[in-house]
């Protein structure tokens, strides 16, 4: 070895790092005598939050939840901790990554054991082998998405997948198996199944079809299977997803359905859309709009599911929705209500209950009452103030799509009003240095007539987040 050099990372590591929310992350590049190349990073993230009011009841105090950083024994303040170190070599026509973590929340009653009682565990561990530039072999372990560019409604999340992606003249495909949950491994969901039947399975096929309309326009068909034994259901997810530009204004857009079936008859219909529109007035100011829409399932009793559940819901993180610590995407466990379909472990989480067929963890529930929200906001760089300070700030009027379901809610008084709320977020950024860049983020949810009527609780939510953020 000769030196250790500090780069930017480009390529394959660059999308590793897009893929995991480092932003502009760095890398330690060490040459070898076999002219293969090592990029070795570090990442420390530290979140101290502060939240009121998450079952939006001031009369009840904030007692142990569950949060982004697992669960959480103090009633209104912790501090999330993670700590990543990663490896990726690159050969000619090869690739491999390994990636450790420990992801951690500091409270009262881990903070002086958390290093004693947590370990690094293997967070991804993803290979690649290029026989050509239209077939790619991949597998292991990584974050995949299937429409974050747009709206997130399908899916994101890091699983085993094995398959095959590439490159060719009309455009770029990916297509991959995820075993998410294999039977024989897990036993936690469905106690007393029978694993070696595959009663504990969860198997998604996923296929995604890149479409090269020029001038950094895509039009993408999706198809994707889920065989999901855990919950007996079988669903095919159809759609196609947008990126694209009308003159200065950037367009992202999806349309989805699913189809399938329980195998106890229930049947499986839901649809979603997304479309956001941004246009760049100035580096100062970029206002946006987007309109996310999913079905709802008016009737829990019935043997039609029709609210929409993605295979998981990455939507919080979609560029013109999430900010990562605001109150829909901090993820607290909240009250029925309003961790159907808007909130939630996965905005697809709790709701009147039952007929899940996928959503984070597997468990969200097709019975959930949907939603329309529209975003309407501005990001960009505050160079008056200072070039490395930038900001996105955005209100969030929320409805539910459908409200029968919520009316068998014993906390509802009776018919419930489509208003669930609004929500009003500002996040700022300091980028000091390449380096180190602290980030502050202030969220409040003011529930509407919809919540109060389905759970009798209407006082505002408060969310506040200060992240110091390390790469290197």
């Known amino acids: 070895m000769k030196t250790i050099q500090k780069r930017i990372s480009q390529g394959f590591l660059g999308a590793l790092i897009a893929a995991n929310g480092i932003p502009a992350a760095l890398a330690v590049e060490v040459p070898t005598a076999s002219g293969i190349k090592l990029d070795i990073l570090t990442q420390g993230k530290f979140q101290p939050t502060y939240f009121s009011n998450f079952d939006l009841d001031s009369s009840v105090d904030d007692g142990a939840t569950g949060t982004s950083a697992g669960a959480v024994q103090v009633g209104d303040e912790h501090v999330r901790a993670e700590v990543r170190l990663g490896v990726v070599a690159t050969g000619d026509n090869w ?204 009737d829990p009793t019935d043997n039609d599911v029709e609210g929409w559940l993605g295979i998981t819901d990455i939507g919080r993180y979609s560029p013109l929705i999430g900010i990562d610590g605001q109150f829909m995407g901090w993820q607290p466990n909240s009250n029925q209500a309003i961790a159907s379909g808007l909130f939630g472990l996965a905005l697809d989480q709790a709701g009147p209950g039952g007929a899940g067929y996928g959503g984070i963890s597997n468990a969200g529930t097709g019975n959930n009452p949907g939603q329309i929200m529209l975003s309407v906001g501005s990001s960009g760089n505050l160079a008056s103030i200072s070039p490395k300070l930038s900001y996105q700030a955005q209100v969030f009027p929320m409805w539910f799509q459908q409200t029968g379901g919520l009316e068998t809610l014993s906390t509802a008084s009776g018919s419930v009003d489509s208003y669930a709320g609004t929500e009003l977020d500002v996040a700022v950024k300091y980028q000091a240095n390449q380096y180190f860049a602290p980030r502050l983020v202030l969220s409040s949810f003011l529930p509407g007539k919809g919540v109060e009527d389905a759970t009798g609780a209407d006082d505002a939510a408060y969310v506040a987040m200060l992240e110091l953020n390390w790469n290197y």
């Open 95 to 298: 690739t491999g990554k390994i990636l450790l973590e420990n992801d951690f929340s500091l409270d009262a009653n881990s903070v002086d054991r958390a290093f004693r009682g947590e370990r690094f565990g293997l967070e991804q561990a993803f290979f690649t082998y290029t026989f050509d530039p239209a077939f790619t072999l991949q597998g292991g372990w990584t974050f995949k998405n299937l429409d974050l560019a747009s709206g997130g409604l399908l899916y994101g999340d890091d699983h085993p997948l094995f398959g095959a992606t590439g490159k060719t003249s009309f455009g770029s495909y990916d297509v991959f198996w995820m075993p998410i949950t294999d039977g024989l491994i897990s036993n936690i969901q469905a106690p007393g199944a029978n694993p070696a039947n595959g009663e504990l399975d969860w198997d998604v096929f996923a296929s995604k079809f890149d479409f090269d309309l020029g001038k950094g326009s895509r039009i993408s068909p999706i198809l994707t299977y889920s065989d999901n034994q855990q919950q007996g259901a079988k669903a095919t997810y159809y759609g196609v997803e947008y990126i694209g530009n009308i003159g200065a204004i950037k367009v992202r857009a999806e349309v989805l359905g699913v189809t399938g079936s329980f195998d106890n008859g229930d049947d499986i219909s839901a649809y979603a859309g997304y479309a956001g529109l941004e246009y760049p007035v100035s580096e100062s100011f970029n206002p946006f709009v987007a309109l996310r829409v999913a079905s709802g399932d008016d």
